[in-house]
């Protein structure tokens, strides 16, 4: 399920790299331009780059953890994405606190995982 919503994810945030590439009149290959979408395609890339740490991490600490706590963890990691994602395309400011928010769950998860990990190998 984690993975099905990261995929929607996904391709939400390239959805709108595609729609204000045509309100902008920007062609690809180019990612400057007007700043709404420039905001636009960094957000999407920022959250693009994340995407294989959080699944990994999840994976880890659903299977050595706890699968409920490493579900709740990634559902409100989805939900801090989209909530960044939507601040970083109104204004570059507006990205800051989904971000320490989403941070602290990917720190979270890191722990819960380690801790798995420790209790099944040790």
């Known amino acids: 399920t984690a993975l099905f919503l990261c995929v929607l994810f996904l391709a939400y945030f390239a959805l709108q790299v595609i729609c ?23 957000a999407q890339a920022n959250c ?9 991490l999840l994976w880890v600490a659903g299977i050595f953890f706890h699968q409920g706590v490493a579900a709740a963890c990634g ?13 970083y395309a109104m204004a570059a400011q507006g990205r800051l606190g989904p971000l320490y928010a989403s941070a602290r769950l990917l720190w979270l998860l890191l722990g819960l995982a380690v801790a798995g990990l420790l209790a099944h190998f040790l």
């Not at 204000?20 to 960094?42: C, N, W």
């Not at 693009?48 to 990994?56: A, L, N």
């Open 20 to 42: 204000a590439r045509r309100k902008y009149k920007i062609s690809p290959p180019e990612t400057t331009g007007h700043p709404e979408f420039e905001r636009i395609f960094r």
């Open 48 to 56: 693009s780059e994340y995407f294989p740490i959080f699944i990994s």
């Open 75 to 87: 559902l409100l990691y989805l939900y801090t994405r989209f909530k960044y994602f939507q601040g």
